[in-house]
């Protein structure tokens, strides 16, 4: 019988230092309670759309292998999206996985992936996973570009790949257009060219689009998904831009990787996207409501451009941000607590936008908590 040493040892010996020295990405159990901490949509289809999809699904060939470029699904995103026809459009298995192609295509030895931060923490995971370095730059106090310290460290680390996110997750904001074409023009320079990818996925909710930025600049990527707009089950995300990037990212992607559910369900939707699309315009609605009713309760929401509200727990309240985040935890209520998570997030709580009723059961837990009956 072979000699083998503890699991223990041997997970040692064998996983990189790196790797085991992080967390998996933590994914909170909201069985039973209001869910709003992953920025989903909330609304259901109406009942005829989802009869139609049903029968839909039933006639979809599991025994196959689906399309591996999933043509009807990209014809679509075309068309809702107004994609110019000289750019290609490349799925994945969500954002996640186009950001991974993106890492794993440009994993030479000492690269480097750079973004702000707070930002998107899959950037910096999928770098670290690849083997990949990581520079983080910090946002202003404001969550504006600290645009010195980002083309410094630009000059400085040459990075392969630099994400900016339009608007920003958890911040939520819009940051100002010349600093943006700033940071692109300094990622193509005579002695260093790098791309970059603006990541949209909040793009249903926001009043600004980079689509014509690809008309522009050769180096930029636009990175969309579905999952806002309220597709979040089925993991489908995009990356659009000229082919001879996206020509090199398929041959880094895994044969088959949107399934054959996925494909039937994504085209259907995207045949009914101005359902998904007065969804988000009642959430944009919700979203100035209860920005204005958390300001009323005392606590310090940020202007977002999302479908989430960052909020401060100000030093007055009475309560931290821990403690607040507990407390609508015990009420049935899941949110996302920032605190600790970042020095710009201090004292921080994510609130994803719901629906009215979702959204009317949050504040009357706020007003019991932040205000209980003497």
Same mark, same amino acid.
């Given at each position: 019988?072979?000699?083998?040493?503890?699991?223990?040892?041997?997970?040692?010996?064998?996983?990189?230092?790196?790797?085991?020295?992080?967390?998996?990405?933590?994914?909170?159990?909201?069985?039973?309670?209001?869910?709003?901490?992953?920025?989903?949509?909330?609304?259901?289809?109406?009942?005829?759309?989802?009869?139609?999809?049903? +029968? &839909? =699904? /039933?006639?979809?060939?599991? !025994?196959?292998?689906?399309?591996?470029? #999933? %043509? @009807?699904?990209?014809?679509?995103?075309?068309?809702?999206?107004?994609?110019?026809?000289?750019?290609?459009?490349?799925?994945?298995?969500?954002?996640?996985?186009?950001? +991974? &192609? =993106? /890492?794993?295509?440009?994993? !030479?030895?000492?690269?480097?992936?750079? #973004? %702000? @931060?707070?930002?998107?923490?899959?950037?910096?995971?999928?770098?670290?996973?690849?083997?990949?370095?990581?520079?983080?730059?910090?946002?202003?106090?404001?969550?504006?570009?600290?645009?010195?310290?980002?083309?410094?460290?630009?000059?400085?680390?040459?990075? #392969?790949?630099?994400?900016?996110?339009?608007?920003?997750?958890?911040?939520?904001?819009?940051?100002?257009?010349?600093?943006?074409?700033?940071?692109?023009?300094?990622?193509?320079?005579?002695?260093?060219?790098?791309?970059?990818?603006?990541?949209?996925?909040?793009?249903?909710?926001?009043?600004?689009?980079?689509?014509?930025?690809?008309?522009?600049?050769?180096?930029?990527?636009?990175?969309?998904?579905?999952?806002?707009?309220?597709?979040?089950?089925?993991?489908?995300?995009?990356?659009?831009?000229?082919?001879?990037?996206?020509?090199?990212?398929?041959?880094?992607?895994?044969?088959?990787?949107?399934?054959?559910?996925?494909?039937?369900?994504?085209?259907?939707?995207?045949?009914?996207?101005?359902?998904?699309?007065?969804?988000?315009?009642?959430?944009?609605?919700?979203?100035?409501?209860?920005?204005?009713?958390?300001?009323?309760?005392?606590?310090?929401?940020?202007?977002?451009?999302?479908?989430?509200?960052?909020?401060?727990?100000?030093?007055?309240?009475?309560?931290?941000?821990?403690?607040?985040?507990?407390?609508?935890?015990?009420?049935?209520?899941?949110?996302?607590?920032?605190?600790?998570?970042?020095?710009?997030?201090?004292?921080?709580?994510?609130?994803?936008?719901?629906?009215?009723?979702?959204?009317?059961?949050?504040?009357?837990?706020?007003?019991?908590?932040?205000?209980?009956?003497?």
């Amino acid at each position: 019988m072979t000699s083998f040493s503890s699991v223990s040892t041997l997970v040692e010996q064998l996983i990189r230092d790196d790797i085991r020295a992080l967390q998996a990405y933590p994914v909170g159990d909201a069985s039973g309670m209001v869910k709003l901490d992953a920025m989903e949509n909330p609304y259901h289809w109406p009942e005829d759309m989802v009869s139609q999809w049903q +029968q &839909l =699904l /039933a006639e979809c060939s599991l !025994n196959r292998y689906p399309h591996p470029k #999933a %043509p @009807e699904v990209v014809e679509g995103l075309r068309r809702v999206m107004n994609v110019p026809e000289q750019y290609e459009v490349l799925l994945g298995n969500g954002s996640d996985e186009i950001i +991974q &192609l =993106l /890492a794993m295509a440009v994993a !030479n030895p000492g690269a480097t992936v750079m #973004a %702000p @931060e707070p930002g998107f923490v899959m950037y910096r995971m999928t770098a670290t996973f690849v083997g990949l370095d990581y520079v983080g730059v910090p946002l202003n106090e404001d969550f504006s570009l600290d645009v010195p310290a980002m083309t410094a460290a630009i000059s400085e680390r040459k990075p #392969a790949l630099l994400f900016l996110a339009q608007p920003n997750n958890p911040t939520g904001n819009l940051w100002a257009e010349e600093d943006l074409h700033t940071l692109v023009q300094a990622m193509a320079t005579p002695d260093h060219t790098g791309l970059v990818i603006l990541d949209e996925a909040y793009l249903p909710f926001s009043s600004r689009s980079h689509l014509d930025w690809l008309d522009q600049y050769p180096n930029v990527l636009v990175m969309r998904t579905l999952s806002k707009v309220g597709l979040a089950g089925l993991r489908l995300g995009m990356i659009i831009g000229r082919a001879e990037w996206l020509n090199e990212l398929d041959k880094v992607r895994m044969p088959y990787n949107i399934n054959v559910l996925t494909q039937a369900s994504a085209a259907f939707a995207l045949k009914h996207y101005d359902v998904l699309e007065q969804q988000c315009q009642a959430l944009c609605q919700q979203r100035t409501r209860l920005f204005e009713a958390l300001e009323a309760l005392g606590l310090e929401p940020f202007e977002s451009e999302a479908n989430f509200v960052l909020t401060r727990v100000p030093q007055g309240a009475g309560i931290s941000a821990r403690e607040l985040f507990d407390a609508l935890k015990q009420a049935g209520i899941l949110i996302k607590c920032l605190d600790g998570g970042h020095p710009l997030l201090t004292a921080c709580l994510r609130f994803t936008v719901g629906s009215e009723e979702e959204n009317t059961q949050l504040l009357d837990a706020l007003k019991v908590i932040l205000d209980p009956p003497s």
